[in-house]
């Protein structure tokens, strides 16, 4: 059995800040884990680093869930993203260590493909309504059949979303939090003009996508979801902050627009009752910050019970260990619902060269044995970690808002 010998937390900033767990085993054989938590960083560095490694070495690294329990139940504090996201790490790492040892990619020891490829979404987004389809439209002849639309807000000076480039977006983005200020009213006033623009030029052979951002109350998600039903959206997400699950019964109760929630959820006890009691429609949690493929895996076990499908996380500031597991596990589950494909910059990729590949709409994760991905230290090495934040969201008040 391979025996872990060490571990170490390599951070490295190729254009934004990636933290990388990376597991050796006696006999050679390496595993990578992704252990990044935007604009804290260096809290999971340190929990890895100062509390975890130390419990790891000497470990049978084939023991993936007796490790799991061990750091999950050892910890005492548990849950919580900073927890997670370290225990996904080392779950990361050690699946990629097991799919290596037996020669076979992750997805076969997760029980096989259950389709072609896992389909995902583009992120067109727009100052103005005209650039936002226009992007849209570029994203549908690259063969996306899934795209999300975030534009400009006019009067305000900036939004989630929305980025000077169109192609990248990194919302962590000083070495203070940005304060961006918001109106809800300017804001569900635009959405429909957006969807009715795109629809008309993109027609309706394309699933189309938005991202609310925590930012609406449940009645105001409601009016927003009612307001685009005429244009099917895929999913409105984060319709009202997450952690409110019993809010999301209201907006059930006035609208048939499905609801995707969970980026920030951090294990199963977080969206329990939103599964279980069907308010939402996907669940968007993911290995990096809900514990890694292990209780990925439970999630969508348990979302699968209910008629819920995955639509997991997949922002840049998620790093190409976390999508190279996302894809394996996406792969191989019953009730995949589509992956978030926020791509990352050529930067980031010569950092953590990659299986996985993007085809008619979908990605596949390769056939490489284990996760088929890797970290390159001598290029992560170039790029010392710099703080950034992710920016803070007041109303035209001063009110302190979700962002
Ligand atoms: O759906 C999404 O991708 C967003 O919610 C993310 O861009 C999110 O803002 C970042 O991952 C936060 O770090
Ligand atoms: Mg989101």
Not at 319 to 345: C, D, K, W
Not at 374 to 403: C, F, K, Q
């Amino acid at each position: 059995m391979p025996k872990i010998v060490s571990a170490r937390v390599i951070v490295t900033s190729p254009g934004r800040n990636f933290v990388t767990l990376k597991i050796e085993c006696d006999d050679g054989t390496t595993g990578v884990g992704d252990a990044t938590l935007n604009g804290r960083e260096l809290a999971v560095a340190s929990y890895l680093a100062d509390h975890v490694v130390p419990c790891l070495i000497g470990r049978d690294a084939h023991r993936i869930e007796d490790i799991w329990q061990y750091l999950y139940k050892g910890a005492y504090w548990r849950r919580g993203p900073v927890t997670m996201t370290s225990i996904a790490a080392v779950d990361m790492a050690l699946w990629d260590i097991k799919g290596k040892v037996a020669g076979l990619p992750v997805y076969q020891l997760l029980g096989g493909a259950s389709r072609e490829g896992c389909m995902v979404y583009g992120h067109a987004n727009g100052t103005t309504i005209g650039d936002t389809v226009a992007a849209a439209l570029d994203y549908q002849r690259q063969g996306y059949r899934a795209i999300r639309l975030q534009c400009g807000v006019p009067g305000m000076a900036s939004t989630y979303g929305v980025s000077g480039d169109k192609y990248f977006y990194e919302p962590a983005d000083a070495d203070l939090p940005t304060e961006n200020i918001w109106s809800t009213a300017r804001y569900l006033r635009v959405v429909p003009e957006l969807f009715a623009a795109a629809r008309e030029a993109l027609g309706w052979d394309v699933h189309l996508l938005h991202d609310v951002h925590h930012r609406l109350t449940p009645i105001e998600a409601a009016r927003l979801g009612k307001d685009l039903e005429p244009y099917r959206p895929f999913w409105i997400e984060d319709a009202t902050p997450a952690e409110d699950q019993e809010a999301f019964r209201l907006i059930r109760q006035h609208t048939t627009t499905p609801l995707a929630v969970g980026e920030i959820f951090s294990s199963v006890w977080d969206c329990k009752a939103l599964i279980e009691n069907r308010l939402i429609d996907y669940i968007r949690a993911t290995v990096l910050h809900a514990g890694g493929i292990t209780h990925m895996r439970q999630i969508a076990s348990l979302a699968d019970l209910h008629q819920v499908r995955t639509g997991c996380h997949g922002a840049t500031d998620l790093s190409p260990v976390t999508m190279a597991a996302a894809l394996h596990l996406g792969l191989a589950i019953p009730n995949f619902g589509i992956q978030e494909y926020m791509r990352h910059t050529p930067e980031t990729d010569a950092v953590f060269p990659h299986a996985y590949r993007f085809a008619d709409g979908m990605l596949h994760p390769g056939e490489a044995p284990g996760l088929g991905v890797d970290i390159d230290e001598a290029l992560a090495a170039n790029h010392p970690y710099a703080r950034a934040y992710l920016p803070v969201n007041r109303l035209e008040d001063g009110t302190m808002w979700s962002w």
